[in-house]
């Protein structure tokens, strides 16, 4: 059965909304495996364990979270070959702009040349319905490309 890996960073309740609504969307797909990371814990094993892969971060002073940032910093030239071609997609959650953070995660991803199979979500401010039914449609979206 693929598997779906979750690779997020999650340190405030709505981020945690957020993240519910990742395994609700998922969870919409069968047949598929759910494996779900705190950044800061998630390493190369569980990369190549993966099939495909969800990043979720808050927008920090105008770049991603520290927390992916390690992640990435820890998986990158392991993983660089193994990983060519993985479908991914991304959802960041900000206060007022996450462009930075975006761009930041697109460029990393570029390098790894990774496939973006979802079109990313931005959230800003306080989730509501609207936002969240994104989150779901991301994490089934991506689930369904594996
Ligand atoms: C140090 C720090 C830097 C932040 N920088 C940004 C930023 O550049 N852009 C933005 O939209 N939000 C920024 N935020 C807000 C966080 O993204 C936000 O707190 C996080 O997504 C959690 O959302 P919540 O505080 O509404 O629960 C920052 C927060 C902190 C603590």
């Given at each position: ?15 945690q909304a957020v993240?519910?609504a990742v ?5 919409l ?15 190369p094993?569980?990369?190549l364990?993966a099939?495909g892969l969800?990043l979720g971060t ?21 993983c660089?070959?193994?990983t060519a ?7 960041v ?10 761009t930041?995660i697109q460029?990393i991803?570029g ?9 990313p979500?931005?959230l800003?401010?306080?989730p509501?319905t609207?936002?969240l ?14």
């Amino acid at each position: 059965m693929p598997r779906l890996l979750v690779v997020h960073h999650t340190p405030s309740p709505a981020l945690q909304a957020v993240l519910e609504a990742v395994r609700e969307g998922a969870a919409l797909v069968e047949e598929v495996e759910l494996a779900v990371r705190p950044a800061l814990s998630a390493g190369p094993a569980d990369l190549l364990a993966a099939d495909g892969l969800l990043l979720g971060t808050p927008a920090n002073i105008g770049y991603m979270s520290g927390a992916l940032k390690h992640f990435f910093d820890t998986v990158y030239y392991p993983c660089l070959d193994a990983t060519a071609g993985l479908p991914y997609g991304v959802y960041v959650h900000g206060n007022d702009d996450t462009a930075g953070a975006l761009t930041s995660i697109q460029r990393i991803t570029g390098a790894l040349r990774w496939r973006q199979v979802a079109a990313p979500v931005s959230l800003v401010g306080a989730p509501g319905t609207a936002e969240l039914d994104a989150v779901r449609e991301l994490a089934a979206t991506v689930a369904i490309s594996l």
